[in-house]
Protein backbone atom coordinates (compact mmCIF):
# COMPACT_ATOMS: atom_id res chain seq x y z
CA UNK A 1 0.00 0.00 0.00
CA UNK A 2 1.03 3.64 -0.73
CA UNK A 3 2.50 5.08 2.23
CA UNK A 4 0.87 8.58 1.81
CA UNK A 5 -2.72 6.56 1.32
CA UNK A 6 -1.87 4.57 4.73
CA UNK A 7 -0.93 8.12 6.59
CA UNK A 8 -4.63 9.48 4.88
CA UNK A 9 -6.50 6.76 5.91
CA UNK A 10 -4.37 6.65 9.55
CA UNK A 11 -5.17 10.62 9.82
CA UNK A 12 -9.25 9.85 9.00
CA UNK A 13 -9.17 7.25 11.70
CA UNK A 14 -7.76 9.39 14.46
CA UNK A 15 -8.99 12.58 13.94
CA UNK A 16 -11.04 14.65 16.21
CA UNK A 17 -14.35 13.68 16.69
CA UNK A 18 -13.82 9.99 15.39
CA UNK A 19 -14.51 7.73 18.70
CA UNK A 20 -11.25 5.27 18.89
CA UNK A 21 -12.03 1.50 18.34
CA UNK A 22 -12.76 -0.48 21.27
CA UNK A 23 -9.78 -2.40 20.30
CA UNK A 24 -7.81 0.21 20.78
CA UNK A 25 -9.75 1.49 24.03
CA UNK A 26 -8.79 -2.21 25.60
CA UNK A 27 -5.22 -2.32 25.21
CA UNK A 28 -4.89 1.37 26.37
CA UNK A 29 -7.09 -0.06 29.58
CA UNK A 30 -5.03 -3.18 29.38
CA UNK A 31 -1.56 -1.05 29.28
CA UNK A 32 -2.41 1.02 31.88
CA UNK A 33 -3.67 -2.01 34.34
CA UNK A 34 -0.26 -3.93 33.54
CA UNK A 35 1.28 -0.88 34.67
CA UNK A 36 -0.34 -0.52 37.96
CA UNK A 37 -0.14 -4.48 38.56
CA UNK A 38 3.56 -3.88 37.83
CA UNK A 39 3.72 -1.14 40.56
CA UNK A 40 1.68 -3.07 43.11
CA UNK A 41 3.52 -6.67 42.67
CA UNK A 42 6.86 -5.29 42.48
CA UNK A 43 6.38 -4.73 46.04
CA UNK A 44 5.89 -8.61 47.18
CA UNK A 45 9.12 -9.01 43.97
CA UNK A 46 6.69 -10.42 41.82
CA UNK A 47 5.26 -9.78 38.46
CA UNK A 48 1.80 -9.47 37.53
CA UNK A 49 1.80 -12.72 35.50
CA UNK A 50 3.10 -14.77 38.83
CA UNK A 51 0.16 -12.58 41.02
CA UNK A 52 -1.94 -14.22 38.32
CA UNK A 53 -0.71 -17.49 38.99
CA UNK A 54 -0.83 -17.17 42.71
CA UNK A 55 -4.50 -16.23 42.56
CA UNK A 56 -5.43 -18.58 39.93
CA UNK A 57 -4.23 -21.49 42.22
CA UNK A 58 -6.24 -19.15 45.38
CA UNK A 59 -9.63 -20.22 43.43
CA UNK A 60 -8.67 -23.29 41.91
CA UNK A 61 -5.99 -25.32 44.19
CA UNK A 62 -5.07 -28.65 42.74
CA UNK A 63 -4.83 -28.11 39.30
CA UNK A 64 -1.79 -29.18 36.66
CA UNK A 65 0.68 -26.50 35.11
CA UNK A 66 -0.94 -26.69 31.87
CA UNK A 67 -4.47 -25.74 33.15
CA UNK A 68 -2.51 -23.02 35.05
CA UNK A 69 -0.98 -21.68 32.08
CA UNK A 70 -4.25 -21.54 29.93
CA UNK A 71 -5.63 -19.93 32.64
CA UNK A 72 -2.96 -17.48 33.42
CA UNK A 73 -2.44 -16.33 29.62
CA UNK A 74 1.07 -17.86 29.13
CA UNK A 75 2.59 -20.59 27.40
CA UNK A 76 3.48 -24.23 29.21
CA UNK A 77 6.87 -23.71 28.59
CA UNK A 78 6.84 -20.11 30.08
CA UNK A 79 4.78 -21.68 32.77
CA UNK A 80 7.27 -24.34 33.62
CA UNK A 81 10.02 -21.11 34.47
CA UNK A 82 7.49 -19.91 36.28
CA UNK A 83 6.33 -22.49 38.52
CA UNK A 84 9.61 -23.33 39.30
CA UNK A 85 10.62 -19.88 40.52
CA UNK A 86 7.44 -19.88 42.60
CA UNK A 87 8.35 -23.24 44.08
CA UNK A 88 12.03 -22.34 45.04
CA UNK A 89 10.30 -19.13 47.13
CA UNK A 90 7.84 -21.35 48.64
CA UNK A 91 4.88 -20.15 47.38
CA UNK A 92 3.36 -22.74 45.75
CA UNK A 93 3.86 -26.99 46.13
CA UNK A 94 3.71 -29.92 43.52
CA UNK A 95 2.76 -32.94 44.28
CA UNK A 96 2.14 -36.12 41.91
CA UNK A 97 -1.96 -36.52 40.85
CA UNK A 98 -3.03 -39.67 42.59
CA UNK A 99 -5.38 -40.19 39.95
CA UNK A 100 -3.02 -39.77 37.71
CA UNK A 101 0.56 -40.11 38.38
CA UNK A 102 1.91 -38.82 35.49
CA UNK A 103 0.45 -35.67 36.20
CA UNK A 104 1.54 -33.09 39.06
CA UNK A 105 -1.01 -30.90 40.91
CA UNK A 106 -0.34 -27.49 42.34
CA UNK A 107 -1.18 -25.52 45.33
CA UNK A 108 -0.48 -22.41 47.18
CA UNK A 109 1.87 -22.94 50.28
CA UNK A 110 0.54 -20.93 53.31
CA UNK A 111 3.09 -18.85 52.68
CA UNK A 112 1.99 -18.12 48.92
CA UNK A 113 -1.56 -17.56 50.58
CA UNK A 114 0.04 -14.87 52.72
CA UNK A 115 1.41 -13.12 49.97
CA UNK A 116 -1.72 -13.24 47.97
CA UNK A 117 -3.75 -11.54 50.82
CA UNK A 118 -0.84 -9.03 51.35
CA UNK A 119 -1.63 -7.65 47.82
CA UNK A 120 -5.30 -7.79 47.86
CA UNK A 121 -5.96 -4.61 49.36
CA UNK A 122 -3.85 -2.50 46.89
CA UNK A 123 -4.96 -4.48 43.82
CA UNK A 124 -8.69 -3.89 44.55
CA UNK A 125 -7.38 -0.15 44.92
CA UNK A 126 -6.65 -0.22 41.41
CA UNK A 127 -9.33 -2.23 40.22
CA UNK A 128 -11.55 0.94 42.75
CA UNK A 129 -10.03 3.64 41.00
CA UNK A 130 -10.54 2.22 37.69
CA UNK A 131 -14.59 1.94 38.49
CA UNK A 132 -14.74 4.93 40.63
CA UNK A 133 -16.89 6.83 37.76
CA UNK A 134 -19.75 4.19 37.29
CA UNK A 135 -22.64 2.99 39.21
CA UNK A 136 -22.96 -0.31 40.54
CA UNK A 137 -25.37 -1.56 37.78
CA UNK A 138 -23.01 -0.53 35.14
CA UNK A 139 -19.84 -2.23 36.62
CA UNK A 140 -22.02 -5.46 36.33
CA UNK A 141 -23.11 -4.65 32.59
CA UNK A 142 -19.27 -4.37 31.73
CA UNK A 143 -18.56 -7.39 33.70
CA UNK A 144 -21.09 -8.75 31.44
CA UNK A 145 -20.30 -7.50 28.19
CA UNK A 146 -16.35 -7.89 29.00
CA UNK A 147 -17.47 -11.57 29.70
CA UNK A 148 -19.23 -11.79 26.37
CA UNK A 149 -16.68 -10.10 24.65
CA UNK A 150 -14.20 -13.03 26.27
CA UNK A 151 -16.23 -16.00 25.37
CA UNK A 152 -16.32 -14.83 21.47
CA UNK A 153 -13.06 -14.84 20.99
CA UNK A 154 -12.37 -18.06 23.06
CA UNK A 155 -10.17 -20.41 20.65
CA UNK A 156 -10.62 -23.72 20.58
CA UNK A 157 -9.03 -24.59 17.84
CA UNK A 158 -4.96 -23.02 17.79
CA UNK A 159 -6.21 -21.87 14.19
CA UNK A 160 -6.79 -18.26 15.28
CA UNK A 161 -9.70 -16.81 17.11
CA UNK A 162 -13.51 -16.90 15.48
CA UNK A 163 -14.02 -20.23 16.39
CA UNK A 164 -16.03 -20.13 19.59
CA UNK A 165 -16.56 -22.90 22.61
CA UNK A 166 -20.20 -22.31 22.23
Same mark, same amino acid.
Given at each position: ?11 ? &?? %? ?8 ? =????? @?? *???? /? ?56 ? &?? %? ?8 ? =????? @?? *???? /? ?49
Amino acid at each position: MNPSTEAARTRR &RF %RPGNPASLLY =LVKQL @EL *AVTA /EMERVTSIATLTPVQYTALTTLERHPGITSAQLARTSFVRAQSMAELVNTLMRRGLIS &RE %RDPRDGRHYL =LSLTP @EG *AALV /ESLSGPVSTIERLMLADLEPEEIEQLRRHLDRCRRALAVTDPGGPGRSRR
